[in-house]
């Protein structure tokens, strides 16, 4: 009877054994996909608000991309049973059942540069971006705000006039990003992508330079082979895609101050109500010198900022101690009589990034910086927003991955 009992013990400890083994894998992943997730977040926005620092003090930025995250579990256990079996006294029965899980993670960082961090950071705004955003429901006032480098006339660069002196560029741009919020609350508003006329490049190719491998090459540089009669082939590229802004004004008034501002002289359509309806075609200004002379008055140039000059911009609404700016670690702005300009006051209702001395309560994100520590508050909802469309514009600028050395790290504990 004894051996039977312990026989019996020993099956239960291995089955036991066995059960703990089946579920460890849902247990593990139910808890760390999610606390892995939550790392990544987090790790990216504080990159994020660190890069914008550094330009607030005028250094270079770096971007380290997250190039994979594998995790390795080791699970091991154990069982024993044992027993005392002395003559002419009772038996005993010992059983014994132990385990340990461990975690051995290991991360993959690249740095972004060469042709990757051209097209991400240094490269301007994709048009294809903006109207992507723009009907995903974003407030069309704060996107302008931030991708919008220049349209018409108006730049988007914070300059205030004196008393008594008319309107300045960026007032003038405040403006007209009010009057399209209004309409976009209206339901008036809309952006509409169109595709550029293609551009001839060589007009007469020979057929036997046509091939498989030539086709696939001028598809993937973005060109397409016409056939043409006789069997020639006519190389042309897609040209510049441009926005056509359809907008419903409450008013001729309120369409002819747009107008104004734009200097712009769409046509219009008449609409119930007295609103007037008018549709603009935005023309990249690299291409307005071609494109902007076919139809005057219908043509509006706009430039977008490129990502470096979207951080340089929310940049300017970061708060710094006084000592740094006695020291000189951050730019004085001016105005033409000499006098010092807060820029911080005409963005901050866009982006407002606090500093303070010790790490701060109730932070949505923070990074810690020459001896503070800059954040941006959690009750702060209007920051959120725009921080979070900063992400969202770095996100879709490019899809390649990271180029450059990669550093593996293995991380124990």
Avoid at 71 to 96: I, K, L, W
Avoid at 205 to 234: K, T
Avoid at 335 to 347: A, F, V
Wanted: net charge negative; proline share 7%; with cysteine.
């Amino acid at each position: 009877m004894t051996v039977a009992r312990l026989a019996t013990g020993l099956i239960v400890a291995a089955a036991a054994v066995a059960l703990a083994g089946c579920s460890i894998g849902p247990t593990v992943l139910q808890s760390n996909r999610a606390q892995y997730n939550m790392a990544v977040q987090r790790s990216a926005s504080e990159q994020l608000l660190l890069n914008m620092v550094r330009l607030k003090y005028r250094e270079p930025t770096l971007f380290l991309q997250i190039g994979s995250i594998s995790s390795h579990f080791n699970y091991t256990a154990n069982a024993s049973v044992g027993g005392t079996f002395p003559e002419g006294g009772p038996d005993t029965a010992t059983a014994g059942l132990g385990g340990s899980v461990s975690e051995q993670p290991t991360l993959t960082y690249a740095p972004l540069e060469g042709k990757a961090f051209a097209n991400r950071i240094l490269t301007e705004t994709d048009m294809g971006t903006f109207t992507l955003l723009v009907r995903g429901g974003w407030q069309v006032d704060a996107l302008m705000r931030l991708v919008v480098e220049r349209i018409g006339p108006m730049r988007n660069w914070p300059t205030v006039s004196g008393p008594g002196e008319p309107p300045t560029a960026y007032e003038r741009f405040l403006e007209l990003v009010t009057i399209w919020r209004e309409r976009q609350r209206a339901g008036d508003l809309r952006f509409i992508r169109r595709s550029g006329e293609p551009v001839v490049v060589a007009a007469d190719v020979a057929a036997e330079d046509v091939d498989l491998d030539a086709v696939m090459a001028a598809d993937a540089a973005g060109y397409r082979l016409e056939p043409q009669d006789g069997g020639r082939y006519r190389l042309q590229k897609g040209g510049t895609a441009s926005l056509v802004v359809e907008v419903a004004y409450a008013s001729a008034e309120q369409a002819d101050r747009a107008d104004e501002l734009l200097a712009a002289e769409p046509e219009r359509t008449p609409l119930p109500r007295g609103r007037v309806l008018e549709r603009i075609e935005l023309v990249p200004t690299h291409e307005w010198s071609v494109a902007g002379a076919g139809e005057p008055g219908r043509r509006v140039p706009i430039q977008l900022r490129s990502y470096s000059d979207l951080l340089y911009y929310v940049a300017q609404g970061i708060d710094v101690p006084e000592g740094h700016v006695a020291d000189g670690l951050t730019k004085i702005y001016r105005d033409p009589q000499g006098e010092p300009i807060d820029r911080r006051t005409l963005t901050r209702d866009l982006l407002d990034v606090r500093c303070a001395a010790l790490p701060p309560a109730g932070a949505f994100v923070a990074v810690p910086y020459r001896g503070q520590w800059f954040y941006i508050a959690d009750s702060d909802t209007a920051s959120k927003d725009a921080f979070t469309l900063l992400s969202i514009v770095f996100a879709l600028q490019s899809d390649e991955k990271p180029a450059g050395p990669v550093l593996t790290l293995p991380v124990s504990g």
